[in-house]
């Protein structure tokens, strides 16, 4: 027979709950800043700015400087572990800066993606090892969820049941440790949009990756209403011929979370999976409005759909610094606004729509 073991009591949960719904509430979502060293690379280099800790810690600090009004739009922010001891030019810790504008702070604490031996491609999630320990330290820092990133990718053959599974479990494992210091996990199983796949192909990868992640944490006891789904939405291949409205992505990405995801679930944030920004929003908006019974606040954790106009606002130069920010919280609010099916669209033209779409795409 299968023993029940709690793991967890009373007060803890309801913390873990409390804090995984302010993450999410009305009109709110997560800013997405825990890309890596090398990730980060990648995004100066599209601007022409050099890859240094100096340049992180100055973009970073565009994001974070931005006024009250992203305390209406943003709830949450994901720190990279070098950003979550990093400080304003004025000397002002940016977990302070955050944590003053009644904003949480998360952290990445996964070590990246690794191949998964015995598969066509496929990979893994490193670090559990000393995840503990790392938990405890963050949440003596100042961090209250935190987040992994597991990654699949759609082709004839993938993803394997081993690489689901494999993956499904690692997510488990992480969510579990989590739990046990207090912080709220972000359980993100992300399926690439890489190849020419259509909607109804990722709705059924992303149905069974899904299924398989919400089987492992009942195996190992995960306390649903204390964390938090960052999914894909359901979108065809980059390289898929067939286009679809905003309403059909809605309508498959809504019908594949509602055959999976537990209603007890505190909260689902897509992340936007190198859509344009706008076009990201947009879909938000529409998943929103979806006429389907939605159990869960649908919101947004966004990266690159928050930040790219303000990248290319910003390309390096200090007299661009608060145009950037400007842009920042432009796309802040919106998305606050798509998260509650208010947006109306509009802005198609110039950078918002402009995609940053990566192929294979690894922080």
Not at 94 to 110: E, R, S
């Amino acid at each position: 027979m299968t023993h029940q073991f709690s793991t967890l009591t009373a007060a803890q949960k309801k913390d873990l709950n409390e804090t995984a719904l302010r993450i999410i509430s009305p009109g709110k979502g997560i800013l997405a800043a825990d890309e890596s060293v090398g990730s980060m690379a990648k995004r100066l280099a599209q601007v022409g700015v050099e890859n240094t800790e100096e340049n992180r810690r100055k973009y970073r600090q565009i994001l974070f400087s931005a006024d009250d009004r992203i305390n209406l739009c943003i709830g949450g922010v994901i720190f990279f572990h070098e950003t979550l001891y990093q400080h304003s030019d004025n000397g002002v810790p940016f977990v302070k800066m955050i944590k003053d504008k009644g904003i949480l702070v998360g952290v990445k604490v996964d070590k990246g993606v690794v191949p998964l031996p015995g598969t066509c491609g496929e990979s893994t999630t490193q670090g559990l090892d000393g995840l503990s320990e790392r938990c405890a330290q963050y949440k003596k820092d100042g961090a209250v969820f935190a987040k992994w990133r597991c990654v699949l990718k759609i082709s004839d053959t993938n993803p394997s049941n081993l690489a689901i599974t494999e993956n499904a479990n690692v997510l488990a494992r992480y969510s579990s440790i989590c739990q046990q210091h207090g912080i709220v996990p972000i359980i993100e199983p992300e399926i690439l949009p890489d190849g020419d796949h259509d909607l109804k192909r990722c709705q059924y990868v992303t149905e069974k990756v899904l299924t398989a992640v919400y089987k492992a944490m009942s195996d190992h006891h995960v306390y649903l209403e204390g964390s938090l789904l960052k999914p894909n939405m359901v979108t065809p291949g980059h390289s898929c011929s067939n286009k679809y409205t905003p309403e059909e992505v809605a309508m498959a990405t809504v019908t594949a979370l509602r055959r999976t995801v537990p209603p007890a679930v505190a909260g689902v944030a897509f992340l936007s999976g190198g859509q344009s920004e706008e076009e990201a929003s947009i879909h938000l908006n529409a998943i929103n409005n979806c006429p389907l019974v939605k159990p869960w606040m649908l919101s947004f954790s966004f990266g690159r759909a928050l930040q790219a106009s303000a990248l290319r606002a910003w390309r390096g130069h200090k007299e661009n610094e608060n145009v950037a920010t400007e842009q920042f919280i432009k796309r802040a609010e919106v998305n606050g606004l798509a998260c509650q099916g208010k947006y109306t669209g509009g802005d198609n033209s110039g950078q918002a729509g402009q995609h940053v779409y990566g192929s294979c795409h690894a922080y």
